[in-house]
Nanobody, 120 residues
């Protein structure tokens, strides 16, 4: 079984910064991609940023230039540095990990989510 634990959410004013962390643990053989998604009230979950094991990154247009995704392969950890936050960034942010479990099964795990609130 694989567990993802997110941290770093909170309340911040417009223009402020937050850093989210995600740590994966459990029966992991390989992590291919890790990503952050978010879901605002009344909206569908959307991709924020993804980083592959080759450190290729993909960002949603709405966060390009403001957010930076990174990972620490040795710790099975991922981070999201969020700068110049806007009220529209308010959402629950979820960590996602994809790869292969130690038993050889496909891994697609989600964290419990961490709330980010940006006040105007």
């Amino acid at each position: 079984q694989v567990h993802l634990v997110e941290s770093g959410g909170g309340l911040v004013q417009t223009g402020g910064s937050l850093r989210l962390s995600c740590a994966a643990s459990g029966s992991i053989f390989r992590i291919n991609a890790m990503g952050w998604y978010r879901q605002a009230p009344g909206k569908q979950r959307e991709l924020v940023a993804v980083i592959t094991d080759g450190r290729r990154t993909i960002y949603a247009d709405s966060v390009k230039g403001r957010f930076t995704i990174s990972r620490d392969n040795a710790k099975n950890a991922m981070y999201l540095q969020m700068n110049s936050l806007k009220p529209e960034d308010t959402a629950v942010y979820y960590c996602n990990t994809r790869g292969t479990t130690a038993s050889g099964y496909a891994l697609d795990a989600w964290g419990q989510g961490t709330l980010v609130t940006v006040s105007s």
